[in-house]
C-alpha cells in the first residue's frame, strides 16, 4: 500500500511540468491497561494524527476509531479528512467536535491542502470555506501538509507560494484565531540555486502569518538535524510531528529528549504522533508509541 510520504511526494514532483497543480489533497498524519488511571487532569498531553489510523477509519468508521484513540490516552488530536463539502470525515464539524469532547479529547489541528491554480483568488475562497469549518470544530491550527515547491521550482515559484499564496491563508486563518503553517518532508532538504528549500521556506515566509509543523523523522531523512532548527528558529516551530520509522521509539535512531527539551523551552504547547508504517497492526504500532511516551520522562 502506498504510504502518504510517498504519494504526497508524487504529487510535489509533479512540478516537473510547471508549477501550477490545480488539485486538493487532503493528507497529507500507556494507560490503556492501568486499572488505577490517572484522571484526565493528570494525562500527558499525547496528540495523535489519524492519518495513523486510516485503514482502521475506512474499514472501522470514524467514530469506532476516535473510541479505540480514546481509550489509549492520546488526548489531542490532528485530523486528515476534510473534504470540499466542508465536512470532516463526513461529519459537520460542529458535530466531530461534539464527539471528540464527549470522549475526552480536544480537535486541535488538522491537514488539508489546495494548490494554486489558474485563479488564486477562487483557491484563497475555497480556504475561507475551510477556515470556517475549522473555526466550527474548535482548532487551533490548519496546516497544509505538501507543497510543490522541490529542487525544480525556481525562486520566484518559492516566493510565490510561502511569500504570497500562503500569507494570503495566514492572514485569513489569524482572523478566525486560527495559525497556518506548513508539514515538511524530506525533500525539502534538496537546493535550489545552492540553498536548502526548507531554509528558504523559512526565510520567505511571514513570522506572523505562517508557522511551520516540523516533522523531525523527515529533517533526519533529509540529512539535517531538527534540534537545529529549533534552535535557528525557536519562534516558527509551534507544533511537532514526532515520528520514527514504525511505533516512535522502535527504530533507536532517533534521541527525542533533546528535541523534546528544545522544544517545550522554545514554548511548544502542542504535537501530535504520526505513525505511517507499522511492525504489527496499525492499532498496535500507535499504543506502543503512546506507551513510549507517556513513560518518557521527558514528555509532560
Same mark, same amino acid.
Given at each position: ?85 466542508? +465536512?470532516?470525515? $463526513?461529519? !459537520? &464539524?460542529? %458535530?466531530?467536535? @461534539? ?7 480536544? /480537535? ?111 529533517? +533526519?531523512?533529509? $540529512?539535517? !538535524? &531538527?534540534? %537545529?532548527?529549533? @534552535? ?7 507544533? /511537532? ?60
Amino acid at each position: 500500500m502506498q504510504n502518504r510520504r510517498d504519494f504526497l511526494k508524487q504529487a510535489s514532483l509533479m512540478l516537473a511540468g510547471g508549477l501550477v497543480v490545480p488539485q486538493l489533497l487532503s493528507s497529507c498524519a500507556g494507560k490503556s491497561s492501568s486499572a488505577g488511571a490517572a484522571s484526565e487532569a493528570a494525562k500527558k498531553h499525547i496528540g495523535l494524527q489519524l492519518y495513523s489510523l486510516r485503514d482502521d477509519i475506512n474499514d472501522l468508521g470514524i467514530q469506532k476509531v476516535l473510541e479505540i484513540v480514546s481509550k489509549m490516552g492520546y488526548v489531542n488530536l490532528e485530523t486528515a479528512g476534510y473534504s470540499d463539502d466542508g +465536512k470532516i470525515y $463526513g461529519l !459537520d &464539524p460542529a %458535530e466531530f467536535k @461534539k464527539i471528540c469532547n464527549d470522549l475526552g479529547m480536544k /480537535l486541535t489541528s488538522a491537514h488539508l491542502s489546495h494548490f494554486i491554480g489558474d485563479d488564486m483568488n477562487k483557491d484563497l475562497a475555497w480556504w475561507n470555506t475551510a477556515i470556517e469549518a475549522h473555526k466550527k470544530a474548535g482548532m487551533k491550527y490548519m496546516v497544509m501538509p505538501v507543497s510543490p515547491i522541490n529542487e525544480n521550482a525556481t525562486m520566484d515559484d518559492l516566493k510565490r507560494y510561502f511569500g504570497d499564496y500562503f500569507y494570503k491563508i495566514g492572514l485569513a486563518a489569524a482572523g478566525a484565531g486560527i495559525k497556518f503553517g506548513y508539514h515538511n518532508h524530506d525533500y525539502e532538504f534538496k537546493q535550489i540555486e545552492g540553498q536548502t528549500i526548507y531554509d528558504l521556506m523559512l526565510e520567505n515566509s511571514s513570522p506572523d502569518h505562517v508557522m511551520f509543523e516540523m516533522d523531525v523523522y523527515w529533517v +533526519k531523512r533529509g $540529512g539535517k !538535524d &531538527p534540534l %537545529e532548527y529549533l @534552535k535557528k528558529y525557536p519562534n516558527r516551530f509551534p507544533i /511537532l510531528h514526532i515520528k520514527d520509522e514504525t511505533a516512535i521509539g522502535a527504530s533507536g535512531q532517533i534521541d527525542f529528549k533533546p528535541i523534546f527539551e528544545q522544544a517545550y523551552a522554545n514554548g511548544m504547547k502542542d504535537w501530535y504522533v504520526e505513525v505511517e508504517r507499522y511492525d504489527g497492526t496499525p492499532q498496535e504500532d500507535v499504543q506502543k508509541s503512546y506507551d513510549f511516551l507517556n513513560n518518557a520522562d521527558y514528555v509532560k
